[in-house]
């Protein structure tokens, strides 16, 4: 089906009353980008994130606009010809496919060699010959699709660990990609943690994509920092512990993640930008770790530190 692309300027006008006034109109499915409003989202979740990406920043400045999408036909126009006449705008229109934003996004992922041994395949696509073990993941899901640098840190340092015989840990899950990884590189079990509760569903979705993954896995949504009836279900003895979430995160929880641990256990963590890396080693240290690893890339860093002492 075609459709048409309808984009107004609201500087000055007012996001709230313009979006009133089209669903006066019939028009309710809009989607409002403003600078302001990111702004405020950012200053309000800071918990959430130690940094937020240049070009995400710079995309978004100066921008008050609304975007709506109508049919490309006679209904569309007329809709469109009611906007014109009872608001006295003239959105700026573009044509549109349905695929454009459906589909399209899929042509961003294809299979990606990560670390020594693994292959991470979106689930529509099937990898080339290699000889590396398959991770199959559904990109559009949560974040962790093996694309950014702390995702692709952390899977190097997972595959030195999964082997049979360990059962790991995945603090702040997303899409369950560390602890799928874990389990189709030998892992036996794996339980995955995540505050989001939409965790449940897509790392069971992504597990079920991987035949050895079937089975071995369970999902626990709740903060694990705050919730002790949390962390008894999620148990003790674990080899591998992964979390890949934001400094001010993994800081406190370096004090709980040995409550999870066994012998020889090695606690992998990253999500760490640049400058808050002697934050996350302190921490590590003082909660009685050793720091086996230390590696970086595109300014984030990634920590696997062995239990030296535990609990």
């Known amino acids: 089906m075609k459709w048409m692309q309808a984009v107004i300027d609201t500087n000055g006008l007012g996001t709230e009353n313009l979006c009133a006034a089209l669903s ?3 028009i309710d499915g809009v989607i409002t980008e403003d600078e302001a409003e990111f702004r405020e989202f950012l200053e309000n979740n800071k918990n959430l994130w130690d940094y937020v990406d240049d070009e995400l920043e710079n995309k ?5 606009r609304i975007r709506f999408y109508l049919p490309d036909n006679n209904e569309g126009r007329k809709t469109l010809a009611r906007v014109r006449s009872r608001l006295g705008i003239s959105p700026e229109i573009s044509p549109a496919d349905d695929g454009d934003w459906e589909n399209n996004w899929r042509d961003f992922f294809k299979p990606s060699e990560t670390g020594e ?7 529509w696509e099937t990898a080339p010959p290699s000889g590396r073990t398959e991770l199959r993941i559904d990109p559009g899901l949560l974040f962790g699709t093996g694309t950014h640098a702390t995702t692709r840190l952390c899977l190097s340092a997972v595959e030195k660990y999964a082997v049979p015989g360990v059962r790991a840990l995945d603090i702040g899950c997303g899409s369950g990609i560390l602890a799928i990884a874990a389990l189709v590189l030998g892992c036996d079990e794996a339980v995955c943690c995540d505050i989001d509760p939409a965790a449940i569903t897509v ?6 994509l991987n035949d ?8 626990l949504s709740g903060d694990i920092l705050t919730d002790a009836g949390m962390r008894k279900a999620a148990g003790t003895g674990y080899k591998l512990i992964t979390a890949n979430i934001t400094s001010d995160v993994i800081i406190p929880l370096c004090e709980t993640v040995g409550s999870f641990t066994g012998k020889d256990a090695v606690f992998i963590c990253s999500g760490i930008i640049d400058g808050r890396d002697c934050d996350v080693s302190g921490a590590l240290l003082s909660a009685g770790f050793s720091i086996i690893e230390h590696t970086s890339a595109e300014d984030w860093h990634c920590f696997t530190a062995a239990v030296s002492r535990i609990p």
């Open 203 to 208: 790392v069971t979705r992504n597990a079920e």
């Open 60 to 64: 978004m400045r100066g921008v008050s």
């Open 212 to 219: 050895t993954a079937k089975g071995k896995i369970r999902v």
């Open 24 to 26: 006066d109109i019939g």
């Open 117 to 123: 041994r693994l292959i991470i395949v979106p689930e």
